[in-house]
């Protein structure tokens, strides 16, 4: 296991190249410490476990590594596969010329105009919205900001070794950054 920094592991989703709605996540407070504890899995990537604490409102540090490299179903029943819950990574658009940008949004103001003409769930228009804006990775999440869901329980115990060596990294991080509680 190779522990990295949290940001190379999205940057690792977002450059996946998989199908972007087969994405799905689990996360919560951290059982013991600061901070949050995250999953995503994707049935051709595998599993990450990302953990993360706020120092202050501008900057998140974390730690995290792929623990599986394919989702079996024990792994994958962990986490959701529909429900209210949705999250989407995007990354930087450095590249985008002034012109992409105007396509993008014609792209989405036509998805929100086909959306708000028909019946349609929120999670269709999420997905739609996704797409347009041509998001690498998204999909159903369970996701408690106060608590920890079941799956995220469960998932730590799956996954013990790693959960306590990636505990341990962002612990030194925290004692090195002399924060004594994260910024809420």
């Known amino acids: 296991m190779r522990v990295r920094d949290w940001d190379d592991i999205v940057e690792d989703v977002v450059e996946s190249n998989v199908d972007p709605d087969g994405w799905r996540a689990v996360a919560g407070d951290r059982a013991n410490g600061l901070g949050e504890d995250l999953y995503l899995g994707h049935p051709d990537r595998g599993m990450y476990q990302l953990k993360t604490y706020a120092k202050n409102p501008f900057e998140v540090k974390g730690v995290g590594s792929q623990v599986a490299r394919n989702l079996d179903d024990e792994i994958g029943s962990y986490l959701p596969t529909e429900g209210s819950g949705r999250f989407a990574v995007q990354g930087p658009s450095e590249g985008m010329d002034e012109d992409e940008a105007k396509e993008k949004a014609t792209e989405l103001e036509e998805v929100v105009k086909a959306h708000a003409d028909a019946p349609t769930t929120p999670g269709d228009f999420f997905d739609d919205v996704m797409e347009a804006l041509d ?14 869901p079941d799956g995220l329980d469960e998932l730590a115990t799956t996954f013990e070794e790693a959960e306590d060596v990636l505990n341990e990294e962002l612990d030194d991080l925290v004692e090195t950054d002399e924060v004594d509680k994260g910024f809420m």
């Open 135 to 148: 998001s690498p990775a998204f999909g159903p999440m369970e996701y408690d900001q106060y608590d920890r």
